[in-house]
């Protein structure tokens, strides 16, 4: 017998662990010429807002050592051309789409979940609360308990269709905030947003982005969202989905090792846009070696049951 490699993230129901990151892929359509997208588990679509973004100004990308650092600035067409223009092309497809989403109130965030949850391509909604609160002097939601729990309860209130909550590593204390979003009604957790980072050119004495800032993802961030993964899944009982820096079945292993029952793979698309595949691939061959029948069964496999040391210095 074969490896079943269906997995379940609470009531949606995926034919595979391997999932497309949201930001990387567009709207789903646009990886059609590189990629099959009904052989793969899910895909996480661009983040969408009410009004829409035209982002930031270029450049806008800038590649590291390690990965990739970007301020796209949110760029997106509106939940409300979303709806009417791409969401009716993606509902033929036999994979589960998940809107990721974001505001910069409580009340954005409750728009933009309540219309989105009556779109039946979607299987989920994904809230990416690593954005500024503007009623709350600019601090990010994902930093602060509270504000995880105030939006996310509000945003459940206001659909029926599974809240999934992206959790920011930029917390004080990650495990916190995952809590806050279980206590609030998310019905699971995705670990994590990119991390902010910084690139100069030194010739011109000038920054490499135009908004100085922008999130770190790729390689560089596995260690850390591994990690974050781990203690997550220590401490709430929904389904954690991991992410940053998965290019390899190994990379992807660990992730599922450390208690993700699924994964994203973002980055390492622009260099391969068919590494899914061998992701996969390499997922199934690992469980046939190792003697699990499903990757359900792989998943916080770890051979050390002791406990998270305090100090980690």
């Not at 997106?76 to 509902?91: C, D, I, S, T, Y």
């Not at 790729?218 to 940053?244: E, M, W």
């Amino acid at each position: 017998m074969g490896v079943d490699l269906a997995i379940s993230i609470g009531s949606v129901r995926l034919k595979n662990p391997v999932t497309l990151a949201s930001g990387c892929c567009g709207y789903g359509l646009d990886m059609e010429p590189h990629l099959d997208l009904n052989r793969l588990g899910g895909v996480f679509l661009k983040g969408l807002s009410m009004a829409g973004s035209e982002g930031n100004r270029p450049p806008r990308i800038w590649e590291t050592g390690g990965g990739m650092i970007n301020a796209i600035g949110l760029q997106n067409v509106g939940v409300a051309p979303f709806l009417r223009e791409k969401a009716p092309k993606l509902r033929g497809y036999d994979t589960a789409f998940v809107a990721n989403f974001y505001g910069h109130t409580v009340d954005q965030y409750v728009e933009a979940a309540r219309a989105l949850g009556e779109e039946p391509c979607l299987a989920a909604l994904e809230m990416n609360i690593s954005c500024p609160n503007i009623q709350e002097g600019g601090i990010q939601f994902g930093t602060d308990p509270a504000s995880v729990y105030k939006v996310t309860k509000a945003c459940r209130d206001a659909t029926s269709k599974p809240l999934w909550v992206k959790l920011s590593p930029n917390a004080a204390d990650v495990t916190a905030t995952a809590k806050a979003a279980e206590d609030a009604g998310a019905d699971a957790l995705t670990c994590i947003n990119t991390m902010p980072a910084m690139a100069i050119d030194v010739e011109k004495r000038e920054f490499r982005i135009s908004n100085k800032i922008g999130g770190l993802s790729g390689p560089a961030l596995k260690p850390i969202a591994v990690r974050i993964v781990y203690q997550v899944s220590k401490v709430v009982s929904i389904p954690v989905v991991g992410i940053g820096g998965i290019c390899t079945a190994a990379d992807a292993l660990e992730f599922v090792l450390a208690g993700a029952r699924a994964v994203q793979v973002g980055t390492a698309l622009f260099v391969d846009p068919q590494c899914p595949y061998a992701i996969l691939a390499g997922m199934e061959d690992y469980c046939l070696r190792h003697g699990f029948p499903s990757v359900e069964s792989l998943v916080g496999q770890m051979r050390d049951g002791a406990p998270m040391p305090k100090c980690h210095e």
